[in-house]
């Protein structure tokens, strides 16, 4: 087991057993008054996972950890997801992070912790690191899976 599967590997299969458990007709119900859908919630959780392996992949390409940012509203509507079926979407989240998990945990050690310079990532992150100071891929990742949780509090309260 790798670095992040032995904090994240658990927390993932939990969490789709408990999604599994969820009725439909209350993961079609907004998490909080003029809120997502829990679907959507989910589906952003689905974007958040394509935009973030794409980010984790460049991340090895280059120097940098300088991402563009994206439309999280306009991603959730135009992909539909309060119409898509909840299992389809529990699936697709759980088999997509799990990949993630495979992925990163094959990152050499002095490449996770490896200071970068030129960053965004106080623009991009979920907890944003301050600008001027040095951040590591490590830390874009450990973001990720702490932006997954927060929403998971929002899905399941």
């Known amino acids: 087991m790798g670095k992040f599967s032995e904090y994240y590997q658990d927390f993932i299969e939990s969490t789709e057993s408990n999604l599994r458990d969820m009725h439909d007709d209350f993961a079609a119900q907004p998490y909080g008054p003029g809120k997502w859908l829990r679907k959507e919630v989910l589906g952003h959780l689905i974007d958040s996972a394509a935009n973030n392996h794409a980010r984790f992949v460049s991340a090895l390409l280059t120097q940098e950890l300088i ?28 088999s997509y992070n799990k990949h993630i998990l495979y992925f990163v945990d094959s990152i050499p050690e002095e490449i996770l912790s490896e200071p970068r310079d ?26 990720y899976f702490a932006h997954m949780q927060h929403h998971f509090e929002q899905i399941f309260s």
């Open 67 to 94: 991402f563009n940012a994206y439309d999280e509203n306009r991603w959730v509507k135009i992909q539909n997801y309060k119409e898509a079926p909840w299992q389809l979407l529990i699936t697709l989240w759980s």
């Open 118 to 143: 030129e960053h965004n990532l106080d623009i991009i992150c979920w907890e944003k690191p301050p600008a001027e100071e040095p951040v590591t891929l490590e830390y874009l990742i450990n973001d």
